[in-house]
């Protein structure tokens, strides 16, 4: 099953845009992205008070799948998007959460120029 990733009028084959970076011919830009804006201003977390279940209008986040994923899941790099005036998680956001609950700032990402991000928008 495909995963697809649809935010406002724009959607994304996440499947196909992880097999074009495992087989080599899509070469994202990898970087330790910064989500503690995004944590805070987008899903909607507190470090706080993690218990609070805030529910984001922009993205939908499971709280159970996110209390139930383990450190070891926490490896595989998010993905976001540039779309020129900003950029977006279109895969990870689950795994964002979990990493920010458990006191982290940065997360591994595979970050996609507009260019690039055209080749698996549907």
């Not at 209008?57 to 998010?78: F, G, S, Y």
């Not at 997360?107 to 928008?121: C, D, I, L, V």
């Amino acid at each position: 099953m495909r995963e697809i990733f649809e935010f406002l009028n724009k959607a994304w084959d996440v499947t196909k845009a992880h097999e074009m970076v495992d087989s080599g011919t899509l070469k994202p830009k990898t970087v330790d992205a910064d989500i503690r804006q995004w944590a805070k201003e987008i899903l909607l977390l507190d470090r706080e008070h993690p218990e609070k279940r805030s529910f984001s209008i922009w993205i939908a986040i499971n709280h159970d799948h996110v209390a139930a994923l383990r450190d070891d899941q926490l490896t595989k790099p998010a993905i976001c998007v540039d779309l020129g005036d900003y950029s977006i998680f279109i895969d990870g956001n689950h795994r964002i959460a979990r990493a920010y609950l458990s006191g982290r700032d940065t997360y591994p990402t595979y970050y996609f120029s507009a260019k690039q991000a055209k080749k698996f928008r549907i």
